[in-house]
């Protein structure tokens, strides 16, 4: 259950109404949108996140955009954003528990992973196989992108927002991470 109410028609104003509005007639007012907009603030510095997806997309290209997020989200445990990208996953006619990773695939899994896990911990020779694919432009991309992912996990976790209508046959494809369950 969420942790947060969502914020209702009759009681957004100004900007955030028309926001939600637009989002209602393209179908496209999901519930972290109907909780960001509680805080029209806190909503549009969340919406930066589809300039960089966009960027994201235009270095690695689609598929690998969304194995990417999808590793950020399953490894910081996000039940929402993980089922989301296991729905575009199958979008891609691929099924979470086969896909097959390319290369540049598995350089972003294994980096999402240990942004996830450990910042600071980034490994030189993770970050060398980087710096010999992209440009530093597009390393900054790359990783601002997982940073912003892991925010987005981040707010739909700690606020418990219940998954999407859309998402709930997908919830036995989540396969939570359990690298913290020995953390004290």
Known sequence: MSRIAYVKHEEVTGKAKEVYED?????????????????????????????????LVEIVGQRAAVVYAHAVSSTNGCLLCSLFFV??????GEDVATIQFTEEEELL???AKQIVKNATAVSDELFGQLKARYSDSEIVAIVGFACQMMATNNFNSVLRVPL?????????????????????
């Open 23 to 55: 989002l209602q007639s393209r179908g496209a007012l999901t519930n972290m949108k109907q909780t960001l907009l509680q805080d029209y603030n806190t909503y549009e510095a969340f919406m930066g996140w589809y300039s960089s997806w966009n960027r």
């Open 87 to 92: 729905s575009d996953i199958q979008d891609l």
């Open 109 to 111: 899994v294994a980096l």
């Open 164 to 184: 999407d209508d859309r998402l709930l046959p997908l919830q036995d494809k989540f396969q939570p991470a359990d690298w913290r369950k020995d953390i004290k």
